[in-house]
């Protein structure tokens, strides 16, 4: 037996409808078909795929919201300065990263629940202004 791909990641949240948004609007995730659990939740996916790739928990109490020993969950994305303009907007804080000889653009960020969250563009895209 050996693994083949990574499926997908769970996230807890104490607010189901802020942690949509922001995975609607910072990584273009969307809620899609779930199977009718007991509990609340989402699954969302990416455009134009076919499985959940990010799963989430809710109605989960603000103590159970801690780190584990997963650092972070990584994607990889496109469109760096869009991405960039919305974190700045929405006053959220992150860190930039070029790889050292790679090129790849690497940003780090949290989301509301305090998950660290890894976007990884093409050397290929611009730099940043600034």
């Known amino acids: ?57 809710a109605e989960q109490p603000r103590e159970r919201l801690v780190a584990g020993v997963i650092d972070h969950m990584a994607f990889t994305a496109r469109g760096l300065g869009a991405v960039l303009g919305r974190l700045r907007e929405d006053g959220i804080d992150y860190d930039l990263r070029r790889l050292p000889d790679y090129g790849t653009w690497q940003l780090f960020f949290r989301d509301p629940n305090g998950a660290r969250v890894e976007l990884d563009f093409d050397p290929a895209e611009a730099a940043p202004a600034g």
């Open 1 to 57: 037996m050996s693994v083949s791909t990574m499926n997908h990641f769970t996230i807890l949240t104490d607010d189901l409808d802020a942690t949509l948004a922001f995975y609607g609007r910072h990584l273009g995730l969307r809620p899609g078909p779930r199977p009718p659990f007991r509990f609340a939740g989402a699954w969302l996916y990416a455009e134009g795929g076919s499985d959940p790739i990010l799963h989430v928990i």
